[in-house]
């Protein structure tokens, strides 16, 4: 009798190890067991400059996407700290960083709001304006962010504003990386053509302008908005 009683009672604790094994497992899958979320209400931006390195984005002749993309960036982050808003940048020079490398780096930092600055290009040398690409199952109202940032650009520009974009260019079931890869609101934003003309004219002569008038940069409000969605949706994962 006691040989049966100790071998059930083997039996519960091999069971109930197996079991606490795949509950663990499942937790660690889905993201139960990260590390508790840091928000703090204050706002925390992710600028990130699109491509860079060998790397060079679109191009038109020895005029290379990875340089305006940085040149922009950087205005931006001036502007933003002007305000008084924490900025991380994925890079800050010439310097290659994988997409997996730029959203696992702004969720580890907890950053509230992912702006990824690039140029657009075409084969028709007529294409032009200005447009953003956001995540067709977005995390915040960066569709909204996003409509204001297109909007006040082309309103200082005179570019063409064509609108904002859900998904993937050739995919309309995906979503580009930076969008489906980050924990917070993120957006894609192109601004003006590479391979047009009048494009990169406003781009060089209106850079400056842009960064002093903040066309470029989201408001104080906009962004403590999607902070507070950010922290939320943190908090979310980790009680649910």
Not at 65 to 82: N, P, Q, V
Not at 152 to 176: A, E, M, P, V
Not at 219 to 224: A, F, P, R, V
Request: hydrophobic share 35%; net charge neutral; with cysteine.
């Amino acid at each position: 009798m006691k040989f049966k009683i100790k071998k059930k009672q083997r039996n519960i604790i091999i069971a109930a190890v197996v079991l606490a094994t795949v509950v663990i497992a499942v937790c660690v899958h889905s993201g139960v067991f990260r590390p508790k979320y840091t928000y703090s209400g204050d706002p925390y931006v992710c600028l990130d400059a699109g491509h860079g390195e060998n790397d060079v984005g679109a191009a038109n002749g020895d005029r290379y996407e990875k340089d305006d993309d940085l040149k922009l960036t950087l205005k931006i982050k001036e502007k933003l700290e002007a305000m008084g808003i924490k900025v991380y940048l994925t890079r800050d020079d010439d310097s290659d960083v994988t997409l997996a490398e730029r959203c696992k780096s702004a969720n580890k930092k907890h950053c509230t709001l992912f702006i990824s600055v690039h140029r657009n290009s075409a084969e028709d040398k007529k294409a032009n304006g200005i447009e953003a690409w956001v995540s067709r199952n977005p995390k915040g109202d960066e569709y909204t962010l996003a409509e204001n940032l297109v909007a006040n650009i082309c309103k200082l520009t005179g570019q063409q504003n064509r609108g904002i974009k859900k998904g993937f260019r050739d995919n309309s079931f995906g979503d580009y990386y930076i969008n489906s890869d980050t924990d917070m609101p993120s957006l894609l934003l192109e601004v003006g053509f590479i391979t047009n003309d009048n494009d990169n004219k406003a781009f060089d002569e209106k850079l400056d302008e842009m960064r002093r008038q903040g066309a470029t940069v989201p408001t104080h409000d906009m962004i403590k908005n999607e902070a507070q969605i950010a922290g939320i949706r943190e908090s979310a994962k980790i009680n649910v």
